[in-house]
């Protein structure tokens, strides 16, 4: 069934419930490729479909799993497939962070430290992330940052409930024990 649109009604319509969802697409679509530039291309190609194919979304029903189906498949189609060639870096070549680690630490007090420790700990988590499969790092990004539920997980990710609960438990078990080694070689935890 296809609708019919006035001049600049499908594109004002779709655009009232498809954009609320852009930084959440992008997020999970940066997530999945590892590259800015690759995530925008995923998303502005998911939009694209999403647009294209709008009278096939049935109002009333889920956007924000149908646009993250059409993310999912298209990162599928376009970026898994593709062989990925990683740049090579000479470490001679490098220049040290820090010449002498050691002596730096004194200028740093407590409140930089704090300040500080946010970021290293989320890049650690990003890390550990980006190592989770591809079948658990999706539904693991799906659940908890995007808030859907199994149900929704499942229609996305196109497996059953039970694997979508499966799959979450699995990546959420690989993230804790990855973040717990972590906090061990770090010493935030001890043990």
Request: net charge negative; proline share 4%.
């Amino acid at each position: 069934m296809s609708k019919s649109w006035e001049p600049g009604s499908k594109q004002a319509a779709f655009e009232a419930v498809a954009l609320e969802h852009f930084s959440t697409l992008y997020n999970t679509a940066l997530r999945l490729t590892r590259n800015a530039s690759e995530a925008q291309d995923v998303v502005q190609e998911t939009l694209l479909k999403a647009y294209r194919f709008f009278e096939r979304f049935e109002p009333g029903t889920n956007m924000k799993a149908w646009l993250f189906t059409i993310l999912r498949n298209t990162y599928i189609n376009t970026y898994r497939k593709a062989v990925r060639e990683y740049e090579q870096v000479d470490f001679d070549r490098i220049e040290p962070f820090y010449a002498e680690p050691a002596n730096e630490v004194e200028f740093l007090d407590q409140a930089m430290l704090e300040s500080l420790l946010p970021h290293i700990v989320q890049d650690d988590v990003k890390r550990a992330l980006d190592a989770l499969p591809e079948a658990y790092r999706l539904v693991v990004l799906l659940a908890d940052m995007a808030d859907f539920s199994y149900k929704d997980i499942a229609a996305i990710v196109g497996c059953p409930e039970g694997t979508v609960m499966s799959r979450l438990f699995r990546g959420r078990r690989l993230l804790r024990k990855s973040l717990q080694d972590f906090a061990h070689k770090g010493g935030y935890v001890k043990g």
